[in-house]
């Protein structure tokens, strides 16, 4: 397929994930704050710090606002147009991207991603905003869960798929990994997760900005830091851990280069299958002993650097003839240049 | 029928009522079942197909506007009937008009017959805008020139089709036909189902069909792309529809590259060589080495591969030249001297400011005459003398005798009309029909083509950059 389709929608889905992991992110800890004594101005600074922190956006969040109040911090991630990563620059990315492929997309799929870029442009959604902020939120949700379900149900298993699929499970474990760093900026006295301790609502919100609560109490009797750390690190089987998200990644880059698991063709294949190696035999131990926030650092690192050899691999890619000898390669500065308009994270 | 109570046909050609009220045979089983639907449940119908193109995402781009808005092209519910004996007509006066300028282009581009034969004076033809002498001696596949035309046509008040222009460059909206018909085929499936009207489904299957014939390859399917100027093209919509309705690929030009006079698109598995190119984008700013050196919408080299017949290119390059007014006044003449027939559809009557009996009569009767520019279109660079101010007239004056080649003149034909639902109230409204030809192995029309509808009162403009919607077109099996 051609090279820039399958940047584009590899970029459309990134940008659909993120918009869905922003909106269970604030309405969980919209939620969560209702749990709390009144906070004064302070506090609440205090508490929305480290989710703007853990978004990497901290910067472009002081330039644009005076202060970290939730009005300010929710309308940041929500619908702020300066902000190219709030819930509605990345709904209008996603749809933008969308367009310029919509030769490859279903119709119904197409429709659904339409139809949530015109809800969050509408009155109604500035409407649910001020008055039942949830119900915004869960159409968001709702919505991106139908497109995803529309895209597994109408797109051949085919490479189209497989960038789909990439970029889906790249952005997930990348917002796995920053979700699980709220905790690592939390207050002093607030970080534990024990029951009864201080810090437990701050661990239960994390858990359910991953979707994982159910889940996780399936396995587990107790909360404690150490089991939700390793439930979203490393297990093998719930859809949103660290682990599972690579493992669905690494898949993808062998289906699409035709190479067999545990062997490499590329630079992008060796990069996945050595954090997927150190992932499958990893242990929390391990994450401790580096510190979580250190740990969890490295790895938005790593999935950077597969981010950046996909590109190279794929889109950027030296340019040979397929089917006939090979002549020269030419400039690849001007390709390079209309592909880098997306952004990673 | 309430709908339709109190309509008024006025003094022009109405498609559904004669001039004493009386409805058309041809539109009467489609009016009877109209007559079923009250108001309310029409307009709720209506809302419907409108919400059904904006979640399409058919829109259009509102320019300077920085919200981003975007409008669904109007779009107006009540169809355009048409029996099928005056569709034969204008099928067989289309294929004869189409296999004419074919002829003509390959002859100006070869041996120049009819100009040494002053069928055609040389003078206009060298000095067409779109003319293009450096590809004279180039050959084309199949010697086809135009393979996708859409010749605009109108009907005057005495009934009669005549060709207006013809669109033998990247001629657009056959996506509208398409969906204007599945659009209303959701809205009133019912009413379809009785009437009997042919299908228009077609049409990308033909597209595809022409490109394929087309192929420089022989061996194997051959690569077609649809090259679009981006996104961000109004008619981008369109790309998409038709490249997704072929199962091609859509590529912009960054996606094409040229290596030793091959083209290649670039894939995730490295170039892949490309063979038919059914580009969307005009001979100006299809490759920045030969034409506009500020293009980055083409590809560089892309006329060296065309030269060497490595690829073909839907339409051809340098077809511009047909679409000159002037040269459309020699249409007939063309296919009296090519084909050796009188021409099945007239075109209107036309007069050349170049020749000095023509210019002396334009001169003379400037308000009561159309004056057009030889190159533009959409409307523009227009004069309608009986509408226009002394002022206007007078710097059309000015211009024509500055300039006369491009300058031509035509008596003002009032359009036929069609009921249109108005704000309220059904009233008539002036239309136009595009139709849309493919030249291939052979030639095919689907039945019926774009009918465009001026949707301001009394406004004989149909072009949807200046207020105009679109309408289905019905072409009845009998």
Redesign the interface.
Known sequence: MLSRVANTLYWMVRYVERADNLARLIDVNQQLLLDFERLDSERLRGFWQPIILSTGDEEAFSKLYDDSGSGEVIRFLTDDPRNLNSITSCISLARENARTVRDQLSDELWEELNALYLFTRSDEAHRLLESDPPKYYENVRRSVMTFLGIAASTISRNEAWEFMDLGRHLERADKTTRFLDVSSYLPPGEEGAETGSPGILHWTAILRSCGAMGAFRAGHHELSARGIVDFLIFSKEFPRSVRYCIERVDASLHLISGTPRGAFSNEVERESGRVLADLNFGSTEDVFATGLHDYLDKLQERFNQIGAEIFETYVLMPERIQSSPGPRSSSQSDVAAWQMEQQQQ | MEMFNGYDSGKFYDEMFGTDGTVRTHCEPLLKKFSTLNQRDFLTRKANSELYF????ITFNVYHDNQ?TERIFPFDPIPRVMPASEWDHLEAGLTQRIVALNLFLHDIYHDQQILKDEVIPRFYIEQAKHYRPEFRGVDVAGDIYIHICGSDLIRGTDGVYYVLEDNGRCPSGASYLLENRNALKRAFPAIFESVGVRPVDSYPRDLLNMLHHISPRREGDPICVLLTP??HNSA??EH??L??EMGI????G??L?V??KFV??????????VDVIYRRIDDDFIDPVVFRKDSVLGVPGLMNAYRSGNVSLANAVGTGVADDKVIYYFVPKMIEYYLGQKPILPNVPTYLASEEADMKFILNHLPELVVKAANESGGYGMLMGPSASKDEIEKFRERIIADPRNYIAQPVISLSRSPTWCDGAMEGRHIDLRPYIIYGKDVKIVPGGLTRVALTKDSLIVNSSQGGGSKDTWVLHH
Do not use: H, P, S
Request: glycine share 12%; net charge positive.
């Open positions: 904006l979640r399409q995402g981003g981006g996104c981008y919509f998409c529809y490249a997704r690929d859509i590529v912009e960054k996606d590259v290596v030793d290649y698109m670039r894939t995730t598995r490295g170039l892949l060589r």
